[in-house]
């Protein structure tokens, strides 16, 4: 079986996509499917077998990302020469739209992975933020109904999906997740690499920008160090807004409680999730959260608010608590887990038991068997 993917995120860029992505194709490899790509490029890069880059811009609102533009008259042809069974796309825009248009004239199986809450995107819109998030509604519930399949992270997700119009086939398959590397981190690294031994540590793992609601994170954080002084907050991720939020951090009067780390490799992050107390993730754009998964595989309990990607994720009350929008509720689940050691260990023992729903190798025979099923 060969499959064609279509992302508009790929490496070097670092997403929740490009790890979706990698670990799907790590363990699928094992049961026989080959994969090319077609991917924006970046700068210089080395030709690579099976990678078919197109030439890119710097994204105007983060130059970090690049924008391909999907122009390839020999789409087609490379497409029948690599003799593709089946096309994944994980975008509905620009390489992820020239995919499913490839799929339609060659009447190969198109997958559409639902990766984003895109609407929820707007605010980088500079105007018309309303008309805009309708017609990214509308446009990628359009894009999904001309797939073979839809797969989406969670069931809540699926159901918003068939709410708003979807009729395509769906099917549920979260991003797996490999689980031995949190097993086997280092509990104590980093505390002692921090200097924060006698500290208890809140996490944040993910991009730091707006769509991950940092500022509620942040502005909630401070009333969780008014009320506990022996408490750190530690900001692993990068973005083009972390200078605005290390502002925002010093004006709130947390420069000595919040530690904004920067972005890691992913083979380290694990050591980050080991050696803290708790996982806080306030995202409301979430289809998934990797880092749910990755929190869970720690035995770290979280504190996330109500949302579709958290609502699968976050077991109120067993592995973790889910709040509304309101600063003080969300700070009070953060105190009340960090002043209840036996509760937080409970939620810990839960997080890991719940964490082998999310096991690579179990989400990709569910992907496997996706692929078959179409192909018959």
Known sequence: MKVAVFSDSYHPYVSGVVRSIDLFQEELVKRG????????????????????????????????????????????????????????????????????????????????????????????????????????????????????????????????????????????????????PFAKADRRWLKEKLGLVSKKVCLFVGRVAREKNVDFLLESFKIVALKLNEVVLVI???????????????????????????????????????????????????????????????????????AFGSKSMVFEGVDGFLTSLNLQEYAEKVIFLLEQEEVRKDFSQKALQNAQNFSKEYTAKLMFELYQSLLK
């Not at 990628?140 to 969670?154: E, Q, Y």
């Not at 699926?158 to 398959?173: D, F, H, M, P, W």
């Not at 083009?240 to 290390?246: A, C, D, I, N, S």
């Not at 992913?266 to 409301?284: I, T």
């Open 33 to 180: 499917v080959e994969f090319i790509f077609f991917i924006p490029a970046y700068g210089n890069h080395q030709k690579e077998k099976g990678v078919y880059r197109f030439y890119s811009i710097p994204a105007p609102t983060n130059k970090e990302f690049h924008l391909a533009l999907p122009f390839s008259p020999k789409i087609y042809k490379t497409l029948r020469e690599e003799k593709v069974d089946l096309i994944h796309v994980h975008s509905p825009f620009l390489l992820g739209r020239l995919g499913q248009k490839a799929g339609r004239q060659l009447n190969i199986p198109v997958v559409f992975t639902y990766h984003t809450l895109y609407e929820e995107y707007v605010h980088y819109f500079p105007l018309a933020r309303k008309a805009a998030k309708w017609v990214t509604s509308w446009y990628t519930l359009d894009f999904a109904n001309k797939c073979s399949a839809v797969i989406c992270p969670t069931e809540a997700i699926k159901e918003y999906l068939q709410e708003k119009g979807l009729q395509a086939r769906s099917a549920v398959i979260p991003t797996g997740i490999d689980l031995e």
């Open 236 to 306: 692993v991720g990068g973005g083009p807004e972390l200078p605005h939020y290390q502002k925002k951090a010093e004006e709130l009067g947390l420069k000595d409680k919040v530690i904004f780390f920067g972005p890691v490799a992913p083979e380290e992050v694990s050591l980050f999730y080991a050696g803290a107390d708790l996982f806080l993730f306030p995202s409301v754009t979430e289809t998934q959260g990797l880092v749910f998964a990755e929190a869970k595989a720690a035995g770290l309990p979280t504190v996330g608010v109500k």
